[in-house]
């Protein structure tokens, strides 16, 4: 990290379906000059989805490469695809002294928190587990089965979020935008 000014590595982590997207697309507008980590993943890519800007979608082998390579600061299993965050995307952004936002599952986060224990890492909670399901429904963007598999991993999820130095609850949008705004000001003293 080149630790120029008051740059940070924000990890933002929860369970599928919590509102992870939704809260940092709020933080994004609301704190200027902050940079969302584009990370890399095997899954297929979504409608809609765009190639370096979403994910950067790489094939099973070329994320084999890219472990091997040593160009991940983490990388995990979820749901049966590989997702990993590139020491280059973190380089990149903490260079130009801005802070960074990493989107990621909870064996990332407990990695990044090795890594680097200088990260702010903020786990995502629903009101109750039941709007999981309703959430995930509702953005429509995957099966059935995938949405069960999710909500499987999300109990193992929820059962670490007291790792984490900060909680917020998703149930009022603006509400937890407000709390997460603010444990970004403060940590950036901006
Ligand atoms: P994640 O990134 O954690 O998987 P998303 O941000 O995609 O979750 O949110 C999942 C769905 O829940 C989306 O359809 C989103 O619009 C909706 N959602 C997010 N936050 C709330 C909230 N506080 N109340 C109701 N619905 C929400
Ligand atoms: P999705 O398939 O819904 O885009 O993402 C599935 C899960 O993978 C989400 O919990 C998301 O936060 C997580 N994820 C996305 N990028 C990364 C990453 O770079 N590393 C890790 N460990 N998880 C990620």
Same mark, same amino acid.
């Given at each position: 990290m080149s630790d120029a000014g008051t740059a940070k590595v924000f990890v933002i982590t929860g369970p599928?379906?919590?509102g992870k997207g939704t809260l940092i697309k709020q933080l994004l507008e609301r704190v200027p000059n902050l940079a969302l980590s584009v990370s890399a993943t095997t899954r297929d890519p979504r409608e809609g989805e765009k190639d370096g800007v979403d994910y950067h979608f790489l094939t099973e082998e070329q994320f084999q490469e890219r472990i091997a390579a040593k160009d991940f600061l983490e990388f995990a299993t979820y749901s049966g695809n590989h997702y990993g965050t590139l020491n280059s995307e973190l380089d990149r952004c903490l260079e130009k002294g801005r802070s960074v936002v990493l989107e990621i599952e909870v064996q990332g986060a407990t990695q990044v928190r090795a890594a680097r224990p200088d990260s702010v890492q903020i786990f995502i909670a629903p009101p109750d587990e039941s709007v999981l399901r309703e959430r995930l429904r509702g953005r429509g963007t995957d099966s059935p089965a995938a949405i069960d598999r999710r909500l499987k991993t999300a109990e193992q999820e929820l059962a670490q979020? *007291? *790792?984490?130095?900060h909680r917020i609850v998703n149930d009022d949008l603006d509400q937890a935008a407000a709390e997460l705004e603010s444990i970004v000001r403060t940590a950036t003293g901006s």
């Open positions: 599928s379906g919590v979020q *007291d *790792d984490f130095a």
